[in-house]
C-alpha cells in the first residue's frame, strides 16, 4: 500500500489544561462542528450556524475585534475589495470551503458597519481562488482588504459554548466536519486556553473572568 508509518500524538495545545474544576460535573453535549475549517483546538469558542437554509452545525466564534491578529477560523478574508452594488467577493480557495450554498454571508471589516448579505446562491471554485455570489448588493462603501474584510456565516458572533477536545474539520473539498463535545457550562476554566475571549462572549455565557480563570455557570 505504500503507507508511511506515523504516531499522532495530538496538538502542542493539548499540552495546556482546559478544567481548572473538575471536568466530569461540567454541562456538556456531543454536538457536530461544520466541516472546511481546518484544525480547532479545544477551547475555541463557537456558535451556531444561524442561517434559514443551511444545516445549524457549530460554527467558529468570530470575536468584535478586528486587526486581522485575532484567532478566527471562521473567519475568510477577501482576496479583493468587495466593491459596492454588486453580489460577488472573492476568496481562497481553500476558504471557500468554510461555506456551503444557502448560508446566510455576514461581511465585515475594521471600519466599515458590518452586512448580512443574505444566503450564498453559488460558489464557483477556480484553480487558486473562488467567488462567492450572495443574494443581496454590497452597500455603497466598499469593504478593502487594507481593512481586513472578511465574511463568515451567520450566528457566528453569538458564542454558545466551548470545543472540550481538539478536532480536525478537514480542509478542502474531502472535508466532512467532525464530531465534538461541547461545552456549556458548570466550569471554572483557565482563562488563556479559552479562545478568542471578548467581552462579547463572556456576555454570551455569563462568564467572568477572576485572575487566570473564568468561571462559566
Known amino acids: 500500500m505504500n503507507d508511511t508509518p ?10 495546556h489544561r482546559l478544567y481548572y474544576s473538575e471536568p466530569s460535573i461540567a454541562r456538556k453535549i456531543p454536538a457536530t462542528v461544520r466541516a472546511g475549517l481546518g484544525i480547532l483546538e479545544h477551547g475555541t469558542l463557537l456558535a451556531k450556524n444561524t442561517s434559514a437554509g443551511t444545516d445549524g452545525k457549530l460554527i467558529p466564534y468570530n470575536p468584535t475585534a478586528v486587526t486581522g491578529a485575532e484567532y478566527a477560523p471562521g473567519r475568510a478574508y477577501l482576496v479583493a475589495d468587495s466593491g459596492t452594488a454588486n ?6 480557495l481553500a476558504d471557500s470551503y468554510k461555506f456551503a450554498v444557502g448560508d ?10 458590518g452586512e448580512n448579505l443574505g444566503a450564498i ?19 455603497a ?5 487594507a481593512r481586513f474584510a472578511h465574511v463568515y456565516v451567520e ?20 472535508a466532512k466536519g467532525a464530531n ?9 476554566l483557565y482563562q488563556d486556553v479559552v479562545r478568542p475571549l471578548d467581552a462579547a462572549a463572556k456576555t454570551d455565557l455569563s462568564a467572568v473572568a477572576i485572575g487566570r480563570f473564568i468561571n462559566i455557570p
Do not use: P
Open 6 to 15: 506515523y504516531i499522532q500524538n495530538g496538538l502542542a495545545a493539548d499540552a
Open 87 to 92: 453580489k460577488l467577493l472573492d476568496v481562497t
Open 104 to 113: 446566510d454571508l455576514m461581511l465585515n471589516d475594521s471600519t466599515t458597519t
Open 121 to 139: 446562491t453559488a460558489i464557483a471554485r477556480g484553480a487558486y481562488k473562488a467567488t462567492i455570489t450572495v443574494t443581496s448588493n454590497i452597500g
Open 141 to 145: 462603501t466598499s469593504f478593502t482588504t
Open 155 to 174: 450566528g457566528g458572533d453569538a458564542a454558545v459554548g466551548i470545543l472540550e477536545k481538539s478536532v480536525d474539520t478537514g480542509t478542502g473539498v474531502n
Open 180 to 188: 465534538t463535545v461541547l461545552l456549556l457550562g458548570n466550569a471554572v
